[in-house]
C-alpha cells in the first residue's frame, strides 16, 4: 500500500518526503493520532523537518489520505526519533473563540462562525468545506475552546465533521473540514470473520446508559438568569429511565427540546461496540472512509428477532491504519439490527 | 550474479596473500521475513504483511601463506580490516560480466573465524546497509533537449528498481512559459514571526520602466514573489502600485529570531573558507534550518550545515557559495554582524502569463492600505477586507477581544464585510423595572506586529446618551495604559477623535478598548466609540535589501515522466537561471540548487500512488521531459544498478 509521506510547514509548503512506516488512526469527530520513526542518520532527521507545528501528509493507494500537525511527544530512542503527529482539528484545542462570544443560525453556520473564528489570530489551514444548512436555528455562547464548541455543537445537533487534506495547483496544502448531519454512506463492503476481519475475542458488546426519558434546562445567565426547561420521553421494553441534562447556553425553547429528543435517539438502544481488524482482502481497504457503512455478519453472537446470530450494519467511525502490519482496525458505531 | 570479492575497504581480497568467494549455492545476503499471519479464528490464517529482517552477508577468505608463520600474519591482518561494528564496502567483480564491479556497504558482525576443518578458511559476517548489489560504477546519461518534449530512453541493468539522480542544467532562456528576469530580496528581522506582511520593494521598484522595456505586462501577472524553498507566495501591489515608477511588493514572509552574531574570523574578498565562525550572544532560541543563507554587509553566503558551540557561545556554519543569490564578493572584518537572512526572488518577464490567484481574488491582501503604508507605517483606512477567504490576512487583521458589543458600520450600523469603522459600544442594562449598570463588558480591537510598536495614531468618533462615557484607552493590557480618551463634551452629540500616542514600551500588540459602567439614568445609557482610520509606526520593521542585479531567470514548468512506470515528477515554476543546475535526487528524495538550497515546494508528484518519486525498472525505460518553451536544457541523469544478491 505504497503511498509519499510529505512534511509540510505551518503555511501550507513542501519541506520534505520522509521514508518511514506510520501507523495512524483517523477518528469522526475526534483527533487521531499517527506515529513514525525516523533513523537519527537519516539526512530527514532534520530540526526544519520535525519542527512542531509542521505537517505531516500521508498518501495511501487505497485509504483516504491522512495530514496531521507535528506535535509533542518527540521521543529520542537509540538510533532513532519518534515523532507523532494529530489530526488538525487538535489545533482547534489551542484556539480561543472571543470570550462570551454569541454565535447564531443553524448548526452549519454556527461551525462557519467558529472556524473563521479559529483562524481570526493565525491561519490554521482548515477552511470550511461543504458545510449542510440543516438543523434547528439556535444561538449559543462561546466560554470553551473552539475545539470543545465544536464537539457540542457536534453531539448536541447530530453532526459529522470530516477533514481531508488538499493540494491546490501550486502545490500549497489546505485542509477542507466538512460539516454534514450525521449519517453515512451505503458501500458494498462486507465485514465478516475469516474473510477480511481478524477474530476477536469479544465480537460483540452492547453497552452504554439505556436513556428514553431526557429532562433538559438550560440557564441564561443575564439581567434575570432565567431557567428554561423542556422535555422528551419514548416507550421501550425497559420501562422508564429518566435523566436531566444541563445544556447551558442555549437560549431557545425550540433548540432546548430538539436536544432532548435527540438525546433520547441515541440512548433509548444500547451501543454496539464490535471490534474489528481488518485486512485488505479485495477493495476492503477502498471502502473503509469515515462515515462509511458496512454489512457485518456473525453467525453466533447477538439477539435477531430472539434468535441468536447478528446481521447488521456498521457505520464506520474511525480507524486505525497499521502500515507496518497491514492491518487496519476499525471503531465504528450505530449498528442496527 | 557469481561474485569474487576483490577489496574491503580498499584492501585487496584478490591477490597473492588472499582469495574471497562469496558462497555459491547459499542464500545468502537476502533479507529473510517474518510472515505476520493473521488470525482468522475458524477460518484459514491470512498472510497479512511480512516483517523483513535485516540481510546479513558471509563470505569466505582464503589466506594463502604455505607456512604457518604467514598465515598467522595475514590472519592477523585480516582481523585488523574487519573489525566488530565498523563500517566498509566489499567490492566484487562478476565472474559473468568482468567489467562490471558491484559492492554492498555495511558493518562487521563476525570477525573473520576459522572455518571448522579448515586451516587457511576465513569466515566473515557483515550486516547490509541494503540488501542489494549495488554498481560500483555510476551510470551516466546526458541528455541535450532542444524541444518542448523530447524522450530518451535509459537501462537499468540490474534486476532491481534504480533511484536516479537527474541535474537539470538550461543552458539557453526559454522562449515562453516561464519569468525571464529574477532578483534577490534579502529580508531580516528581529523576532520569530509567522507570515508577516512584507513590502518587498519598499515601494522602489520601477515597473514603469519594465514595462516599457519589454520586460513585464502592465498588468504585472507576470510578477512572481517565489519562495527560495520553492513555493510561490502570494503577492499584492502597493506603492504607486503596477507600471508605476514606486510599486511596492506586498507578501508574506516567515521570520525565525536568531541571536546576534558577529564574524569571528575575518573573510578575504577571494576565497570560500572550510567553515565562517560566528560569535553569539544571548541564547539560541530557534533552529537555523541548514540548507540555508546568512548575510555579511551586501553579500550572501550560502551554507550546508551550522554546528553550535553553547559553551563558548559560537556557531560554525559550513559555507558553500559566496556572493551567492546574485550578490558581489567582499572582504569582511573580525566582528562585522552576521545576519541569518530569510529571503526571496521577485521573477517576471513571462509576457503570456495570465492573472495569478491573488489578482482575481485580493481577500488574502494584509488589511491595511497598500497604497500608503511601508513595511514601516501600516495605515489603515478600513480594517478588513471583504472575500471568500477573509481569514487568511490574520495578523494584519486586527482582532475581536473581550466581552462586549462591536460593530463596523460608523455609529453602530452593525457588522460588515468589509470593516469601515472599528466600533465598541457600552450600555446599561434595562430590567424593565429599573435599569442596573453592566459591570462585565469591555469591548476591544487588537492590532499586532511582531517587531513591536512604537506609535498609534487614529480619527475617529465618539458618543454618549447620558451623564457617564466610560474609559476608552489605549492599551497593552490593564496595567499599560498609554492612552486614554476624554469624555465628550456634549451627550447625545458625536464628537471627534484624534489619538497621535507613542508608546513607550514598543508592544507587539496593542488594543483599542472601551471600558464601563455607565450610569443608571434613564432614558437608558449608551455610549459608543469608534476608529474611522489609524496607524501603527513599526518600532524594528523587517529590513529589507536587495541584493545583486537583474539576473537572466529561468522557470522550469513542466514534467519529467517515466512512460514505463507512469511516474511523473511535475516542477511547479521552479525558478533557476541558465547555467545553474537544480538537482533531482530520487534516492534522498531531495532537490536543491547548485548552492544547495533545498526546492521541495516546487515539486509535485502525479500518476501512481508510490513511495518513490520515480524509479528506473530493470531493462529500457522510456523518460519523457515536456515543458513549453524549451530550447536548450541538459539532463545528467546517474544512477546505479541494483540487484539482488
Given at each position: 500500500m505504497p503511498g509519499l509521506k510529505t512534511i509540510y510547514t505551518p503555511d501550507g509548503y513542501a519541506v520534505a518526503d520522509i521514508k518511514a512506516a506510520v501507523t495512524r488512526s483517523s477518528l469522526l469527530n475526534e483527533v487521531g493520532e499517527a506515529v513514525f520513526a525516523i533513523p537519527t542518520s537519516s539526512v530527514k532527521c532534520r530540526e526544519d523537518v520535525l519542527r512542531f507545528g509542521n505537517f505531516l501528509y500521508c498518501k495511501n493507494d487505497s485509504l483516504a489520505d491522512w495530514v496531521g500537525v507535528i506535535d509533542t511527544p518527540r521521543t529520542w530512542k537509540s538510533g532513532y526519533v519518534e515523532v507523532h503527529a494529530f489530526e488538525v482539528p487538535f489545533l482547534l484545542q489551542y484556539r480561543l473563540p472571543l470570550l462570551n462570544q454569541i454565535v447564531s443560525g443553524t448548526p452549519g453556520e454556527r461551525f462557519t462562525a467558529l472556524i473563521t473564528s479559529a483562524n481570526s489570530k493565525t491561519d490554521t489551514l482548515l477552511r470550511a468545506g461543504t458545510v449542510s444548512t440543516a438543523g434547528v436555528t439556535g444561538t449559543e455562547v462561546l466560554t470553551d475552546t473552539i475545539y470543545s464548541q465544536l464537539k457540542s455543537l457536534s453531539t448536541i445537533h447530530g453532526f459529522d465533521w470530516i477533514c481531508s487534506p488538499v493540494i491546490d495547483a501550486s502545490g500549497r496544502l489546505s485542509i477542507t473540514i466538512d460539516w454534514m448531519q450525521k449519517g453515512g454512506v451505503e458501500t458494498d463492503l462486507e465485514l465478516s470473520q475469516g474473510h477480511n476481519i481478524m477474530y476477536g475475542d469479544t465480537p460483540l458488546e452492547e453497552a452504554g446508559e439505556l436513556i428514553n426519558f431526557v429532562e433538559g434546562t438550560s440557564t441564561i445567565e443575564g439581567e434575570t438568569s432565567a431557567q428554561i426547561v423542556a422535555s422528551y420521553g419514548e416507550n421501550a421494553p425497559f420501562g422508564l429511565r429518566e435523566k436531566r441534562v444541563a445544556f447551558d447556553g442555549i437560549t431557545e425553547i425550540t433548540t432546548l427540546q430538539y436536544n432532548c429528543t435527540q438525546q433520547v435517539k441515541a440512548g433509548i438502544n444500547p451501543t454496539y461496540g464490535t471490534p474489528l481488524t481488518a485486512i485488505n482482502i479485495g477493495s476492503t481497504f477502498r471502502n473503509i472512509r469515515l462515515r462509511n457503512i458496512a454489512r457485518y455478519r456473525y453467525n453466533n453472537v447477538g439477539f435477531t428477532g430472539g434468535g441468536l446470530g447478528f446481521t447488521g450494519n456498521v457505520r464506520i467511525e474511525g480507524y486505525m491504519f497499521n502500515e507496518a502490519v497491514g492491518t487496519c482496525e476499525l471503531f465504528t458505531g450505530q449498528v442496527t439490527a | 550474479m557469481r561474485m569474487t570479492l576483490t577489496t574491503w575497504n580498499s584492501h585487496s581480497l584478490n591477490d597473492t596473500s588472499y582469495k574471497a568467494r562469496s558462497p555459491v549455492g547459499v542464500a545468502n545476503g537476502t533479507s529473510n521475513a517474518t510472515p505476520n499471519y493473521i488470525d482468522m479464528g475458524e477460518g484459514q490464517p491470512i498472510l497479512g504483511s511480512m516483517t523483513l529482517a535485516g540481510a546479513m552477508y558471509t563470505f569466505t577468505v582464503h589466506v594463502l601463506s604455505l607456512t604457518d608463520a604467514g598465515r598467522e600474519a595475514q590472519r592477523d591482518v585480516l582481523l585488523g580490516w574487519f573489525i566488530v561494528g565498523e563500517s566498509g564496502t566489499l567490492v566484487g567483480t562478476d565472474d559473468d560480466d568482468t567489467n562490471k564491479d558491484w559492492y554492498l556497504s555495511g558493518r562487521v558482525v563476525s570477525a573473520p573465524a576459522i572455518v571448522p576443518n579448515s586451516y587457511n578458511l576465513y569466515q566473515i559476517t557483515i550486516a547490509l546497509d541494503v540488501p542489494y548489489w549495488i554498481e560500483n560504477d555510476l551510470n551516466t546519461n546526458t541528455w541535450n533537449i532542444t524541444a518542448a518534449t523530447e524522450t530518451e530512453v535509459m537501462t537499468n541493468v540490474g534486476n532491481v528498481a534504480a533511484l536516479p539522480k537527474m541535474a537539470i542544467t538550461p543552458n539557453t532562456a526559454k522562449?515562453?512559459?516561464?519569468?525571464m528576469y529574477k532578483t534577490f530580496y534579502a529580508i531580516k528581522m528581529s523576532t520569530w514571526s509567522s507570515q508577516i506582511p512584507v513590502d518587498i520593494t519598499s515601494a522602489g521598484l520601477n515597473t514603469s520602466t519594465l514595462v516599457g522595456a519589454g520586460k513585464m505586462l502592465a498588468t504585472g501577472y507576470d510578477l512572481q514573489i517565489n519562495y527560495l524553498s520553492g513555493g510561490i507566495a502570494p503577492r499584492y501591489f502597493g506603492g504607486g502600485g503596477i507600471n508605476s515608477a514606486t510599486t511596492g511588493v506586498w507578501s508574506y514572509i516567515d521570520f525565525i529570531a536568531t541571536p546576534p552574531m558577529t564574524l569571528s574570523i575575518a573573510l578575504n574578498n577571494s576565497t570560500t573558507p572550510a567553515t565562517i565562525i560566528a560569535d553569539y550572544t544571548g541564547n539560541i532560541t530557534c533552529s537555523i534550518a541548514s540548507g540555508s543563507q546568512i548575510q555579511i554587509e551586501n553579500e550572501v553566503i550560502t551554507f550546508s550545515t551550522i554546528t553550535v558551540d553553547t559553551v563558548n557561545k559560537k556557531i560554525t556554519f559550513v559555507p558553500t557559495t559566496r556572493a551567492a543569490k546574485g550578490s558581489s564578493i567582499a572582504s569582511h572584518s573580525a566582528g562585522e554582524a552576521v545576519f541569518w537572512i530569510t529571503g526571496v526572488w521577485l521573477s517576471y518577464g513571462d509576457l503570456s502569463a495570465t492573472a495569478q490567484p491573488w489578482d482575481i481574488d485580493l481577500s488574502g491582501a494584509p488589511a491595511f492600505d497598500l497604497a500608503t503604508s511601508t513595511n514601516a507605517l501600516w495605515n489603515y483606512l478600513t480594517f478588513s477586507i471583504a472575500g471568500t477567504d477573509a481569514w487568511t490576512p490574520p495578523i494584519s487583521q486586527p482582532y475581536m477581544q473581550g466581552v462586549g458589543q462591536r460593530y463596523t458600520v460608523t455609529h453602530n450600523g452593525g457588522m460588515s464585510a468589509v470593516w469601515g469603522v472599528i466600533g465598541s459600544r457600552l450600555s446599561s442594562i434595562d430590567l424593565g423595572t429599573q435599569i442596573v449598570q453592566d459591570t462585565s463588558s469591555y469591548p476591544g480591537w487588537v492590532f499586532r506586529h511582531p517587531g513591536g510598536i512604537s506609535n498609534f495614531t487614529a480619527n475617529g468618533e465618539k458618543y454618549r446618551s447620558g451623564a457617564v462615557f466610560g474609559t476608552m484607552t489605549i492599551e497593552k493590557d490593564f496595567n499599560n495604559i498609554f492612552y486614554t480618551e476624554a469624555s465628550p463634551?456634549?451627550?447625545v452629540t458625536w464628537k471627534p477623535i484624534a489619538i497621535n500616542q507613542a508608546l513607550a514600551i514598543n508592544p507587539t500588540s496593542v488594543a483599542f478598548r472601551f471600558v464601563g459602567p455607565l450610569d443608571i439614568i434613564p432614558p437608558l445609557p449608551e455610549a459608543m466609540v469608534e476608529l474611522s482610520d489609524a496607524a501603527l509606526t513599526i518600532y524594528a520593521p523587517p529590513v529589507i535589501t536587495a541584493l545583486g542585479v537583474e539576473q537572466v531567470a529561468y522557470s522550469l514548468n513542466g514534467t519529467i515522466k517515466n512512460s514505463t512506470t507512469s511516474d511523473i515528477i511535475r516542477m511547479n515554476d521552479l525558478v533557476t537561471k541558465t547555467a545553474e543546475t537544480i538537482t533531482i535526487d530520487c534516492d534522498t528524495q531531495e532537490v536543491y540548487a547548485t548552492d544547495g538550497k533545498r526546492v521541495r515546494s516546487a515539486l509535485g508528484f502525479e500518476g501512481p500512488a508510490r513511495d518513490e518519486w520515480l524509479t528506473l525498472e530493470p531493462g529500457a525505460n522510456s523518460i519523457v521531459f515536456a515543458d513549453v518553451g524549451t530550447a536548450d536544457v541538459t539532463i545528467v541523469t546517474t544512477w546505479r544498478a541494483r540487484n539482488t544478491i
Amino acid at each position: 500500500m505504497p503511498g509519499l509521506k510529505t512534511i509540510y510547514t505551518p503555511d501550507g509548503y513542501a519541506v520534505a518526503d520522509i521514508k518511514a512506516a506510520v501507523t495512524r488512526s483517523s477518528l469522526l469527530n475526534e483527533v487521531g493520532e499517527a506515529v513514525f520513526a525516523i533513523p537519527t542518520s537519516s539526512v530527514k532527521c532534520r530540526e526544519d523537518v520535525l519542527r512542531f507545528g509542521n505537517f505531516l501528509y500521508c498518501k495511501n493507494d487505497s485509504l483516504a489520505d491522512w495530514v496531521g500537525v507535528i506535535d509533542t511527544p518527540r521521543t529520542w530512542k537509540s538510533g532513532y526519533v519518534e515523532v507523532h503527529a494529530f489530526e488538525v482539528p487538535f489545533l482547534l484545542q489551542y484556539r480561543l473563540p472571543l470570550l462570551n462570544q454569541i454565535v447564531s443560525g443553524t448548526p452549519g453556520e454556527r461551525f462557519t462562525a467558529l472556524i473563521t473564528s479559529a483562524n481570526s489570530k493565525t491561519d490554521t489551514l482548515l477552511r470550511a468545506g461543504t458545510v449542510s444548512t440543516a438543523g434547528v436555528t439556535g444561538t449559543e455562547v462561546l466560554t470553551d475552546t473552539i475545539y470543545s464548541q465544536l464537539k457540542s455543537l457536534s453531539t448536541i445537533h447530530g453532526f459529522d465533521w470530516i477533514c481531508s487534506p488538499v493540494i491546490d495547483a501550486s502545490g500549497r496544502l489546505s485542509i477542507t473540514i466538512d460539516w454534514m448531519q450525521k449519517g453515512g454512506v451505503e458501500t458494498d463492503l462486507e465485514l465478516s470473520q475469516g474473510h477480511n476481519i481478524m477474530y476477536g475475542d469479544t465480537p460483540l458488546e452492547e453497552a452504554g446508559e439505556l436513556i428514553n426519558f431526557v429532562e433538559g434546562t438550560s440557564t441564561i445567565e443575564g439581567e434575570t438568569s432565567a431557567q428554561i426547561v423542556a422535555s422528551y420521553g419514548e416507550n421501550a421494553p425497559f420501562g422508564l429511565r429518566e435523566k436531566r441534562v444541563a445544556f447551558d447556553g442555549i437560549t431557545e425553547i425550540t433548540t432546548l427540546q430538539y436536544n432532548c429528543t435527540q438525546q433520547v435517539k441515541a440512548g433509548i438502544n444500547p451501543t454496539y461496540g464490535t471490534p474489528l481488524t481488518a485486512i485488505n482482502i479485495g477493495s476492503t481497504f477502498r471502502n473503509i472512509r469515515l462515515r462509511n457503512i458496512a454489512r457485518y455478519r456473525y453467525n453466533n453472537v447477538g439477539f435477531t428477532g430472539g434468535g441468536l446470530g447478528f446481521t447488521g450494519n456498521v457505520r464506520i467511525e474511525g480507524y486505525m491504519f497499521n502500515e507496518a502490519v497491514g492491518t487496519c482496525e476499525l471503531f465504528t458505531g450505530q449498528v442496527t439490527a | 550474479m557469481r561474485m569474487t570479492l576483490t577489496t574491503w575497504n580498499s584492501h585487496s581480497l584478490n591477490d597473492t596473500s588472499y582469495k574471497a568467494r562469496s558462497p555459491v549455492g547459499v542464500a545468502n545476503g537476502t533479507s529473510n521475513a517474518t510472515p505476520n499471519y493473521i488470525d482468522m479464528g475458524e477460518g484459514q490464517p491470512i498472510l497479512g504483511s511480512m516483517t523483513l529482517a535485516g540481510a546479513m552477508y558471509t563470505f569466505t577468505v582464503h589466506v594463502l601463506s604455505l607456512t604457518d608463520a604467514g598465515r598467522e600474519a595475514q590472519r592477523d591482518v585480516l582481523l585488523g580490516w574487519f573489525i566488530v561494528g565498523e563500517s566498509g564496502t566489499l567490492v566484487g567483480t562478476d565472474d559473468d560480466d568482468t567489467n562490471k564491479d558491484w559492492y554492498l556497504s555495511g558493518r562487521v558482525v563476525s570477525a573473520p573465524a576459522i572455518v571448522p576443518n579448515s586451516y587457511n578458511l576465513y569466515q566473515i559476517t557483515i550486516a547490509l546497509d541494503v540488501p542489494y548489489w549495488i554498481e560500483n560504477d555510476l551510470n551516466t546519461n546526458t541528455w541535450n533537449i532542444t524541444a518542448a518534449t523530447e524522450t530518451e530512453v535509459m537501462t537499468n541493468v540490474g534486476n532491481v528498481a534504480a533511484l536516479p539522480k537527474m541535474a537539470i542544467t538550461p543552458n539557453t532562456a526559454k522562449s515562453s512559459n516561464g519569468n525571464m528576469y529574477k532578483t534577490f530580496y534579502a529580508i531580516k528581522m528581529s523576532t520569530w514571526s509567522s507570515q508577516i506582511p512584507v513590502d518587498i520593494t519598499s515601494a522602489g521598484l520601477n515597473t514603469s520602466t519594465l514595462v516599457g522595456a519589454g520586460k513585464m505586462l502592465a498588468t504585472g501577472y507576470d510578477l512572481q514573489i517565489n519562495y527560495l524553498s520553492g513555493g510561490i507566495a502570494p503577492r499584492y501591489f502597493g506603492g504607486g502600485g503596477i507600471n508605476s515608477a514606486t510599486t511596492g511588493v506586498w507578501s508574506y514572509i516567515d521570520f525565525i529570531a536568531t541571536p546576534p552574531m558577529t564574524l569571528s574570523i575575518a573573510l578575504n574578498n577571494s576565497t570560500t573558507p572550510a567553515t565562517i565562525i560566528a560569535d553569539y550572544t544571548g541564547n539560541i532560541t530557534c533552529s537555523i534550518a541548514s540548507g540555508s543563507q546568512i548575510q555579511i554587509e551586501n553579500e550572501v553566503i550560502t551554507f550546508s550545515t551550522i554546528t553550535v558551540d553553547t559553551v563558548n557561545k559560537k556557531i560554525t556554519f559550513v559555507p558553500t557559495t559566496r556572493a551567492a543569490k546574485g550578490s558581489s564578493i567582499a572582504s569582511h572584518s573580525a566582528g562585522e554582524a552576521v545576519f541569518w537572512i530569510t529571503g526571496v526572488w521577485l521573477s517576471y518577464g513571462d509576457l503570456s502569463a495570465t492573472a495569478q490567484p491573488w489578482d482575481i481574488d485580493l481577500s488574502g491582501a494584509p488589511a491595511f492600505d497598500l497604497a500608503t503604508s511601508t513595511n514601516a507605517l501600516w495605515n489603515y483606512l478600513t480594517f478588513s477586507i471583504a472575500g471568500t477567504d477573509a481569514w487568511t490576512p490574520p495578523i494584519s487583521q486586527p482582532y475581536m477581544q473581550g466581552v462586549g458589543q462591536r460593530y463596523t458600520v460608523t455609529h453602530n450600523g452593525g457588522m460588515s464585510a468589509v470593516w469601515g469603522v472599528i466600533g465598541s459600544r457600552l450600555s446599561s442594562i434595562d430590567l424593565g423595572t429599573q435599569i442596573v449598570q453592566d459591570t462585565s463588558s469591555y469591548p476591544g480591537w487588537v492590532f499586532r506586529h511582531p517587531g513591536g510598536i512604537s506609535n498609534f495614531t487614529a480619527n475617529g468618533e465618539k458618543y454618549r446618551s447620558g451623564a457617564v462615557f466610560g474609559t476608552m484607552t489605549i492599551e497593552k493590557d490593564f496595567n499599560n495604559i498609554f492612552y486614554t480618551e476624554a469624555s465628550p463634551t456634549d451627550p447625545v452629540t458625536w464628537k471627534p477623535i484624534a489619538i497621535n500616542q507613542a508608546l513607550a514600551i514598543n508592544p507587539t500588540s496593542v488594543a483599542f478598548r472601551f471600558v464601563g459602567p455607565l450610569d443608571i439614568i434613564p432614558p437608558l445609557p449608551e455610549a459608543m466609540v469608534e476608529l474611522s482610520d489609524a496607524a501603527l509606526t513599526i518600532y524594528a520593521p523587517p529590513v529589507i535589501t536587495a541584493l545583486g542585479v537583474e539576473q537572466v531567470a529561468y522557470s522550469l514548468n513542466g514534467t519529467i515522466k517515466n512512460s514505463t512506470t507512469s511516474d511523473i515528477i511535475r516542477m511547479n515554476d521552479l525558478v533557476t537561471k541558465t547555467a545553474e543546475t537544480i538537482t533531482i535526487d530520487c534516492d534522498t528524495q531531495e532537490v536543491y540548487a547548485t548552492d544547495g538550497k533545498r526546492v521541495r515546494s516546487a515539486l509535485g508528484f502525479e500518476g501512481p500512488a508510490r513511495d518513490e518519486w520515480l524509479t528506473l525498472e530493470p531493462g529500457a525505460n522510456s523518460i519523457v521531459f515536456a515543458d513549453v518553451g524549451t530550447a536548450d536544457v541538459t539532463i545528467v541523469t546517474t544512477w546505479r544498478a541494483r540487484n539482488t544478491i
